[in-house]
Each structure stands twice: as structure tokens, then as C-alpha cells.
């Protein structure tokens, strides 16, 4: 399956907005209300942070947050802290493969 | 809480099969889909079969169809993956997740069980 399309890294120093992007296709991130955002990091599972593009599942802080426009979806972290130093993927609901497909992940650095 | 325990995973030789677990804890499990994610060693997460909560539709990802099985035991309140014909290319952690609550995402995830196929 093809991925997704994110930046293979973004950084910010503390208290930076970082936004990251994930490009998709009418099939997947365009046609669906259905991308969700995980959080990884090394050696762990990944965490649900988004879902359904811009909800938040409780105990995740509102300085994350989602939105989409045609096929690219983004991820927002507001305020960044030195916790949120991790991998982050993307993911939607594909009508070719009926499964998700996953972006490549993006690293994201605390400066 | 949600609880997802993989087991199953080792070491195995090329064109060789394995069966995955995972132990579901915490909540009503038939009432739910399941997955499998894998990810190969350094590299991202890829979605590997997913399942309908009463198991009457499976969806796999192409390289693995034709020598994966998804499947669940709902008595049982577990998750299985049986994987036949292993290539090297099937080396990675795989991780069950539940599917979210009326949405297609992974809202809870397990530890992950390690697979390695080398001769």
C-alpha cells in the first residue's frame, strides 16, 4: 500500500507551534472523515492523539489538535513541551485497500 | 482499562508459519473490530489485517494476503494471526489494536510481540 506523505522531520524550541502535514489522495485522507494521528515513542506503542481528524480522546492535552483541507490533513501541536520529543504517523481509512494506510512518520525534535 | 497482551512472536525461519496472540482485558471484546499493525525494524507503522467484531469480514494488506489469517475468538476474548510462508520481509513488531468506538482508528494498542525471520 502506498503511505501517506508527511515531512520526514519538523522542530521547534518550547512553547513553539509545529505543524505537521500528511498528504493523501481523494481515495483515503480526501474522501474520508477518518484520519487519526498516533504518537510513538522508541521502543513503545504507538498512542492514539487524534481521531476522526480533529477529535481528541480524553487525556490527551488540547495542544494537540487536527484539521484537513481537500487531501492533506494536519496535526498541530500548540505550546510545544519537551514530552512531545517523538515520532508522530498519520493514518486513513483507504476505499482501495478497505484498511488504513499509514504516513512515513515524522520525528519531531524539541530544540 | 483496556488491556491488549500480543504473544507468539520468536524466531523463525524463512517459509516457515507462526501464530499470534493477543489477550484482550477491560472490556466487552465482541463488541469491537481488532487489528494487526506491524513495524519492520526502523521503519513505520504498516496495517495488516483488520477484523469485524463479530468476525464476519476480514481485509488484509496486500503482500500478506494468501498466507495470513485474521481471526478471533470472542468466547475466549482473543485475537489471533496465524502467518504462513514468512519472508524476510515479514521481520517487525506486530501490535494488535481495537478499532475505535464507531470510527476506523486504533484507540487502544498492545505492547507488541516481536517477529524475526532469519535463517
Known amino acids: 500500500q502506498s503511505a501517506l506523505t508527511q515531512p520526514r522531520s519538523v522542530s521547534g524550541t518550547p512553547g513553539q507551534s509545529v505543524t505537521i502535514s500528511c498528504t493523501g489522495t481523494s481515495s483515503d485522507v480526501g474522501g474520508y472523515n477518518s484520519v487519526s494521528w498516533y504518537q510513538q515513542y522508541p521502543g513503545r506503542a504507538p498512542k492514539l492523539m487524534i481521531f476522526d481528524v480533529s477529535k481528541r480522546p480524553s487525556g490527551v492535552p488540547d495542544r494537540f489538535s487536527g484539521s484537513k483541507s481537500v487531501n492533506t490533513a494536519s496535526l498541530t501541536i500548540s505550546g510545544l513541551q519537551a514530552e512531545d520529543e517523538a515520532d508522530y504517523y498519520c493514518?486513513?481509512?483507504?476505499?482501495?485497500?478497505?484498511?488504513?494506510?499509514f504516513g512515513g512518520g515524522t520525528k519531531v525534535t524539541v530544540l | 482499562q483496556v488491556q491488549l497482551v500480543e504473544s507468539g512472536g520468536g524466531v523463525v525461519q524463512p517459509g516457515g508459519s507462526l501464530r499470534l496472540s493477543c489477550a484482550a482485558s477491560?472490556?466487552?471484546?465482541?463488541?469491537?473490530?481488532m487489528h494487526w499493525v506491524r513495524q519492520a525494524p526502523g521503519k513505520g507503522l504498516e496495517w495488516v489485517a483488520v477484523i469485524w467484531h463479530d468476525g464476519s469480514k476480514q481485509y488484509y494488506m496486500d503482500s500478506v494476503k494468501g498466507r495470513f489469517t485474521i481471526s478471533r475468538d470472542n468466547s475466549k476474548n482473543t485475537l489471533s494471526l496465524q502467518m504462513n510462508s514468512l519472508g524476510a520481509d515479514d521481520t517487525a513488531v506486530y501490535y494488535c489494536?481495537?478499532?475505535?468506538?464507531?470510527?476506523?482508528?486504533?484507540?487502544?494498542w498492545g505492547q507488541g510481540t516481536l517477529v524475526t525471520v532469519s535463517s
Open positions: 489494536a481495537r478499532v475505535g468506538p464507531g470510527g476506523w482508528y486504533g484507540d487502544s
Open positions: 477491560g472490556f466487552i471484546f465482541s463488541a469491537f473490530g
Open positions: 493514518c486513513s481509512y483507504s476505499v482501495t485497500y478497505n484498511l488504513g494506510v
